[in-house]
């Protein structure tokens, strides 16, 4: 069982910045690869980006690519979004999520999520 609270959100200008981060408690968090996802208003849930379980491999969304970075620090059981250069249309409810194996870009495959934490982008 992991439990993973998210923290980082506000509210920003656009062209600003925000650090996300996602902290998991259970001893098995480097087993697990991690996603962020984010849901704006009456829009889908979409991949934003993921990183395998040891941090060797990333996967970034075309529409975060070159703005945003994910990372993790295993010792510290957290995962991170540094969100640079954000836009209006960044604005969402960003959320964590592990799972064991690939298919990163699939939200329904994922085993565990946080609450969410919301970012607003003003223009």
């Known amino acids: 069982q992991v439990q993973l609270v998210e923290s980082g959100g506000g509210l920003v200008q656009a062209g600003g910045s925000l650090r996300l981060s996602c902290a998991a408690s259970?001893?098995?968090?480097?087993?697990?690869?991690m996603g962020w996802f984010r849901q704006a208003p009456g829009k889908e849930r979409e991949f934003v980006a993921a990183?395998?379980?040891?941090?060797?491999?990333?996967f970034h969304a075309n529409s975060v690519k070159g703005r945003f970075t994910i990372s993790r620090d295993n010792a510290k059981n957290t995962v991170f979004l540094q969100m640079n250069s954000l836009k209006p249309e960044d604005t969402a409810v960003y959320y964590c999520?592990?799972?064991?194996?690939?298919?990163?870009?699939?939200?329904?495959?994922?085993?565990?999520w946080g609450q969410g934490t919301q970012v607003t982008v003003s223009s």
């Open positions: 999520a592990a799972k064991y194996g690939s298919n990163w870009y699939d939200a329904g495959t994922y085993d565990y």
């Open positions: 259970g001893r098995t968090f480097s087993s697990y690869a």
């Open positions: 990183i395998s379980w040891g941090g060797g491999s990333t």
